[in-house]
């Protein structure tokens, strides 16, 4: 089954305490992205990557770091977490082919952080 | 800097009837925006997308308009059922790679 997975669904940690929010498609696609949704604001993208060693900012990048070093993973890395990254993390793809990009992005069941 | 807005937090209409939800942006022309649909703690699903060389986009009962001299998308509902109920997002590639969604809207559909 075509899908976006994400790990963990769930987690309480405390600041300061460095976390990872793994991601990882099985659809071959080479665009992934991480958004985060806060009542209110809708979700708001935070990093994305055109493809393998490819990340570029989002609008909201501060207090996060991501890596693509497989084109099926992309790790969400939290390293001094803070109680205003609690939210509600979604992780997306969408495949790109050269010369023409489809826009339609995939989207995995969500993880929601809480940071005491 | 660039926005999204969407007409309403929420929209509350009776079964059969046809829903519309208004999705406006200032500051950019983007060539193409995109609904989704998500239903409550779950991912947004994609639903339809229209590009600025459309003027409208069905599938079923969906609609969607794009009117870029008004920088306006309208996203219509016909014969609404209840288990349309859920938030509609709409987004639009702000540049590059960069998607921004709006805040959506909650469509409730009473039977």
Redesign the interface.
Known sequence: EAQVTQNPRYLITVTGKKLTVTCSQNMNHEYMSWYRQDPGLGLRQIYYSMNVEVTDKGDVPEGYKVSRKEKRNFPLILESPSPNQTSLYFCASSLSTSGSRSYEQYFGPGTRLTVT | SQKIEQNSEALNIQEGKTATLTCNYTNYSPA?L?W?RQDP??????LL?IRENEKEKRKERLKVTFDTTLKQSLFHITASQPADSATY?C?L?AG?????????TRLFVKA
Do not use: D, H, M, S
Request: no cysteine.
């Open positions: 193409y995109q989704y703690g779950r991912g947004p699903v994609f997308l997002l987004a590639e590059g790679f960069k998607t921004i969604f709006g805040a959506g």
